[in-house]
């Protein structure tokens, strides 16, 4: 079955297959006719720059309408609702997936890649800073095999459990040629918050740029998404986009990315 997002543009549909094969999900409105051109060039160029400046990405650029909403933890029961929320909102996202639970749900990946890019969360969610590093490089080279393995998509994105990174983590991750990805929003739904207060959150904080932490299989997520989220973005004109797209077409500046968390709160000269 085609997903509804695809469905009657042929066109778009094959942007689309060119673009999941560097796992970025076309497509993207008219207006970003250059981007669409050529997204997996820009989005190869970015990740290369981003690599060579070794530094976590909280943010995009904060200069446009594009958001990315990120999804932790799974895969897990609520993933394929998740998928058909996204699809129904014409909605793009990323996933961080937890490797051991990978094989529980076998054909997840591949139903998230509709819409979304896919990254590494670890295999087993420890936190990696009570780790020695070669016990780091086995957590993120078995949850970056194990998704390709179900995909053949290559992996490039990579999320610290916990958000809890150092060099030493940055430094195994690049090495593996993957961007270390954290965000700008916390919807406070790993606190339990409940989904008003998920949804007010994000109502909050967010502006074109943002990359926002939600878990897709905490009950009140769900319901935040749906009734609260994807409204909001809507009726603010603020685009969802994969954070391969985002990076592509609103990179953060090198002053935002060394002033970390601040450089998410306004918009810093380009170096
Ligand atoms: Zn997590």
């Known amino acids: 079955m085609r997903p509804d997002v695809l469905e009657g543009d042929v066109s778009r549909a094959a942007i689309a297959v060119a673009a999941i094969a560097i796992g970025l999900f076309a497509p993207l409105p008219a207006a970003e006719a250059d981007a669409r051109a050529r997204p997996a060039v820009r ?9 060579r400046l070794d530094l976590p990405v909280r943010c995009g650029g ?8 990120t999804f932790d933890d799974g895969p897990g029961p609520n993933s394929q609702l998740a998928v058909r929320i996204l699809a129904r909102a014409h909605a793009h996202a990323t996933f961080f997936l937890v490797g051991k639970e990978l094989r529980y749900w076998p054909r997840i ?7 979304a890019a896919l990254g590494d969360h670890t295999w087993t969610h420890r936190d990696l800073l009570a780790l020695p590093n070669s016990a780091i490089r086995r957590e993120l080279v078995a949850t970056r095999t194990a998704i390709e393995q179900a995909t053949g998509v290559r992996v490039r994105l990579f999320r610290p459990p916990y958000g809890a990174t150092d060099a030493a983590v940055a430094r195994v ?3 593996l040629g993957m961007v270390e990805v954290l965000w700008s929003i916390d919807s406070r739904d790993s606190e339990g918050a ?7 959150e994000v109502a909050r904080q967010i502006r074109g740029g943002s990359i926002v932490l939600l878990h897709e299989n905490r ?7 749906r009734d609260l989220i994807l409204p909001l973005l809507r009726a603010r004109h603020l685009i969802t986009v994969s954070v391969p797209q985002l990076l592509a077409l609103d990179p953060p500046s090198r002053a935002q990315l060394r002033a970390g968390y601040a450089g998410c709160q306004a918009v810093h000269a380009a170096p």
């Open 43 to 51: 989005v190869e160029r970015e990740i290369a720059r981003l690599l």
């Open 109 to 115: 990946p591949r139903r998230e890649l509709r819409l």
């Open 62 to 69: 904060l200069r446009s309408r594009y958001v990315a909403l």
């Open 194 to 200: 409940s989904w008003s207060a998920i949804g007010a």
């Open 173 to 175: 991750a690049a090495h």
């Open 219 to 225: 009950g009140q997520t769900i319901r935040a998404l």
